[in-house]
Nanobody, 125 residues
Framework: VQLQAFGGGLVQAGGSLKLSCTAS????????VGWFRQGPGKEREFVAV????????SYSDSVKGRFTISRDNAKRMVYLQMNSLKTEDTGVYYC???????????????????WGRGTLVTVSS
C-alpha cells in the first residue's frame, strides 16, 4: 500500500477527529499531500492540501477555519485535524500525493499521482 488514511470513526456534530495519512518513501518524498472526501451520493471533492515544505496550504471553503492540515516529513505522516464537525462532513476521506517539492500545491484531483485507501468519517446529529 503506497498511501493509507486512518483515524476515521463516528463522532457527534460539534466534535473533533484527527485523521492520519502514512505513505511509503517513494510515494511521500517531495510531494504535496491532499485530503479529499466523498459523501453519500456525492462526487469526491477536495478538502485540503499541504506542500512538501509544509509552508503552503489550501482548504475548501466548506472546511476553512475548522480543519487544519499538517505534516511530519521525518515520520512520513500527514494529518487532518477536524474540529466543529458537521453532519455534512460525513464521508470517506482519502489522502493523495502529487509530485512536486517546495511550496507546490494543487486542488485538482487529476494532478495527484498516488491515492490511498479511504477512511470513513460519520458525523451524527
Amino acid at each position: 500500500v503506497q498511501l493509507q488514511a486512518f483515524g476515521g470513526g463516528l463522532v457527534q456534530a460539534g466534535g473533533s477527529l484527527k485523521l492520519s495519512c502514512t505513505a511509503s518513501e517513494r510515494t511521500f518524498d517531495v510531494t504535496a499531500v491532499g485530503w479529499f472526501r466523498q459523501g453519500p451520493g456525492k462526487e469526491r471533492e477536495f478538502v485540503a492540501v499541504i506542500s512538501w515544505s509544509g509552508i503552503a496550504t489550501s482548504y475548501s471553503d466548506s472546511v476553512k477555519g475548522r480543519f487544519t492540515i499538517s505534516r511530519d516529513n521525518a515520520k512520513r505522516m500527514v494529518y487532518l485535524q477536524m474540529n466543529s464537525l458537521k453532519t455534512e462532513d460525513t464521508g470517506v476521506y482519502y489522502c493523495a500525493a502529487a509530485h512536486g517539492g517546495g511550496n507546490y500545491i494543487t486542488t485538482l484531483q487529476r494532478e495527484y499521482d498516488f491515492w490511498g485507501r479511504g477512511t470513513l468519517v460519520t458525523v451524527s446529529s
